[in-house]
């Protein structure tokens, strides 16, 4: 089979599933198939995450870190008996 048919029979077998865990499963696993150079670490559920979202998450923070809602790394280490 090509990929080109690969593809559409992948796409036609996903449009079928219901199964909320499968479908996240899938896509955990396809995930994992982009380049390592655009993930810069994972979630708790192992997901990829990408320098955009990365920094799009610290750009979310900014208001508590200007607050002065932030925590020491040897702090943290200290709250988690590190």
Not at 2 to 17: A, T
């Amino acid at each position: 089979m090509s990929n080109e048919q690969l593809k559409y029979s992948i796409s036609n077998l996903l449009d079928e599933i219901e199964d909320t865990e499968l479908l996240n499963s899938i896509y955990v696993l396809l995930k994992h198939t982009q380049p390592a150079e655009d993930i810069v670490g994972y979630e708790v559920d192992g997901s990829a995450i990408s320098e955009e979202e990365l920094i799009a998450s610290i750009l979310e923070d900014r208001p508590g870190i200007a607050a002065g809602q932030v925590i020491s790394f040897e702090d943290m280490k200290k709250e988690l008996g590190l």
